[in-house]
């Protein structure tokens, strides 16, 4: 299929190229920016006047809720969700049911996934034989069946024998371990540590349970020489002490959602289980170090932490409440949010942490992929998304295209709509 896009300015944050031109795309790929040949015969032709032509979405954490949780999300309208929101390729953790430690399990869910020609989908395996810490799984073959790392998802590993273990063994072949640092007993609570969740009478979960677990990563790093990918950092503390083992020199990238950004313990307002989020929000100054860190870089990328949570879990007491929220079509819009405000990094930080920076923390597992995935450039993938940046929105549960209703972000004003969405140069969106 040919595809013209007309008269969009083509932004690339990798490269820094920003210009207002066409793009040409055949045979899945980008075949000219700007200089379109004349004899250049579209199928379709997008008219992107006035709007962004950017790379693809890459999202490092969508829970697709299947196999095992479908009353909460369906394959189908997750990735309509993300399509929606100008994701063109996701990564999946393994906390489905069954978890996925297993090759045939990795490769029915790739299966799937691919039959719908959606978003690319990424999926992490299991770090241990059914998240249980115990066992690790066949790397290996797991790698062999599509996965791009491995990770416990949001089950502490309590054994640092067997976390040092599977670094050890992953820094031999050079997988990548993501994890979202955690101590099992400091992190048991529902909400931030603070004044807030005393006058709630919430059980809290200090800064310490992320900074412990952050210092014995870090050790178990310089020993083992792993790679390591760091989930939703989520205060200042745990910012601190990621610049540090950065400027070490160890083998360190990070991420941080959209709730961590943008939100503190005190839109926990009246108990709205809205709110009820992993890692739990935290205080103005956490949230304050999270937008410095990811502007400066020493966190790498923005994720949606997409989390559907279905009706019956979320209308709950705040305590007994499922920990989740929908993210999906809310990325680009509150990362430009972050990125346009008085005083924030600008346009193509805020879209390079969507696009170029989590690429860049995939690195060799993406195989064929890696040299195209975030970024606009003549030769490949056509993995991209047309943006209105002038449309204004406000953000309507009930309007959302995932399964999953529950966001704090109900009401919020938001700039910048994506019109059309493209996968291998052919549509998967349009508004």
């Not at 795309?25 to 997008?46: C, E, Q, Y």
């Not at 349970?209 to 014995?216: M, Q």
Request: aromatic content about 4%; charged content about 20%.
């Amino acid at each position: 299929m040919k595809v013209l896009i007309q008269g969009g300015r083509v932004i690339d944050p990798a490269t820094g190229f920003d210009q207002t031109c066409d793009v040409a795309l055949a045979a899945g790929r980008i075949i000219a920016i700007g200089h379109v040949a004349k004899d250049f015969t579209p199928n379709r032709t997008l008219n992107a006047t006035g709007c962004w032509v950017i790379p693809g979405l890459v999202d490092l954490a969508v829970r697709l809720r299947e196999p095992g949780h479908e009353h909460e999300g369906m394959l189908e309208s997750e990735m309509a969700a993300a399509v929606a929101g100008g994701v063109t390729s996701l990564v999946c953790p393994p906390d489905t049911d069954p978890v996925l430690d297993e090759p045939g399990l990795v490769e029915m869910l790739k299966f799937r996934a691919e039959k719908l020609h959606q978003a690319r989908v990424f999926p992490l395996g299991a770090l241990t034989r059914n998240l249980q810490g115990d066992t690790l799984t066949e790397m290996g073959e797991l790698t062999e069946a599509g996965c791009v790392g491995f990770s416990h998802a949001e089950v502490p590993l309590a054994n640092t024998q067997v976390l040092q273990r599977a670094l050890q063994y992953a820094s031999t072949f050079g997988y990548s371990v993501w994890l979202r640092p955690q101590e099992l007993h400091l992190g048991k609570g529902v909400a931030a540590s603070g004044p807030l969740a005393t006058r709630l009478g919430l059980s809290g979960v200090p800064v310490a349970a992320e900074t412990i677990a952050l210092h014995t990563i870090f050790e178990l790093m310089r020993s083992t020489g792993a790679r390591v990918h760091l989930c939703r950092i989520s205060s200042a503390a745990g910012v601190a002490l990621v610049r540090q083992a950065k400027q070490e020199g160890l083998k360190l990238t990070c991420d941080v959602s959209i709730n961590s950004l943008h939100l503190t313990d005190t839109d926990i307002g009246y108990f709205d289980s809205r709110a009820r989020l992993n890692p739990p929000l935290r205080q103005q100054r956490d949230r304050d170090a999270l937008q410095a860190a990811l502007a400066d870089g020493t966190v790498d990328a923005l994720v949606s932490d997409h989390t559907p949570v279905d009706e019956d879990a979320k209308t709950l007491p705040f305590a007994e409440a499922e920990p989740g929220a929908t993210g999906l079509e809310l990325l680009l819009g509150l990362a430009l949010k972050w990125g346009l405000a008085e005083g924030g990094p600008g346009l193509h930080r805020a879209l390079a942490v969507l696009t170029a920076a989590p690429a860049a923390v995939l690195g060799d597992a993406l195989g064929t992929l890696q040299a195209s995935t975030g970024r606009l450039v003549e030769g490949g993938l056509a993995d991209l998304c047309i943006v209105d940046p002038h449309t204004e929105w406000t953000v309507n549960a009930s309007a959302l295209r995932s399964q999953g209703k529950h966001t704090p972000f109900t009401g919020y004003p938001l700039r910048g709509r994506v019109r059309h969405t493209l996968v291998g140069g052919h549509p998967a969106f349009g508004a």
